[in-house]
Nanobody, 114 residues
């Protein structure tokens, strides 16, 4: 059973920064694609960023140049560095890992005040 535990969310003013972390249990962390989704109130969950086992990354247009996804295989941890935060980034952020199925974390709240 894979468990993903996110942390690092919180309340920040517009223009500020946060770094989200997602610690994964299980073996062979580095070989599985991982990423972050977010869900704002009243909206559908959307992909924010993803990273492959080789380190290739994809970002949704609204966060390009502001967010950076990375992974540390020595710590079984996925990160999302979020800079220049905007009120529209307010959402619950979920990490995921793709094995034979997709596993999700429980989510961490990010609130950006104007």
């Amino acid at each position: 059973q894979v468990q993903l535990v996110e942390s690092g969310g919180g309340l920040v003013q517009a223009g500020g920064s946060l770094r989200l972390s997602c610690v994964a249990s299980g073996s062979f962390f580095s070989i599985y694609p991982m990423g972050w989704h977010r869900q704002a109130p009243g909206k559908e969950r959307e992909l924010v960023a993803s990273i492959t086992s080789s380190g290739s990354t994809i970002y949704t247009d609204s966060v390009k140049g502001r967010f950076t996804i990375s992974r540390d295989s020595t710590k079984n941890t996925l990160y999302l560095q979020m800079n220049s935060l905007k009120p529209e980034d307010t959402a619950v952020y979920y990490c995921y890992q793709d094995r034979y199925r997709r596993y999700w974390g429980q989510g961490t709240q990010v609130t950006v005040s104007s």
